[in-house]
Nanobody, 127 residues
Framework: QVQLVESGGGLVQAGGSLRLSCAPS????????MGWFRQPPGKEREFVAA????????RYADSAKGRFTISRDNAKNTVYLQMSSLKPEDTAVYYC????????????????????WGQGTQVTVSS
């Protein structure tokens, strides 16, 4: 059983920064595209950022552009989300996701394109 484990969430003031990490536990696997999604209170889960296997291709939601940076370390099978200039509207449960099969190329921005998910980590931005 593959599980992804997120860490790095917490409470931060507006304008602050946080770095989320996500790594697999249990059975290891070779991931392809990886991504971050979030679910604000009372809303549907939404795409935040995605990265290709090589790290050379990234994609961001408009709300994340210029403030968030996704990166990965394939040696550790870990994906990161560096979040800066945080706003109260960034408050959400953040989930990482990994695709385990298919092409090594490209990014994935749709939830059903991912095979494994983390349990989520809470990010709260106070005003």
């Amino acid at each position: 059983q593959v599980q992804l484990v997120e860490s790095g969430g917490g409470l931060v003031q507006a304008g602050g920064s946080l770095r989320l990490s996500c790594a697999p536990s249990g059975r290891t696997f070779s991931s392809r595209a990886m991504g971050w999604f979030r679910q604000p209170p009372g809303k549907e889960r939404e795409f935040v950022a995605a990265i290709s296997w090589s790290g050379g291709d990234t994609r961001y939601a408009d709300s994340a552009k210029g403030r968030f940076t996704i990166s990965r370390d394939n040696a550790k099978n870990t994906v990161y989300l560096q979040m800066s200039s945080l706003k109260p509207e960034d408050t959400a449960v953040y989930y990482c996701a990994a695709r385990s099969g298919g092409s090594y190329y490209g990014v994935r921005i749709l939830e059903d394109e991912y095979d494994y998910w983390g349990q989520g980590t809470q990010v709260t931005v106070s005003s």
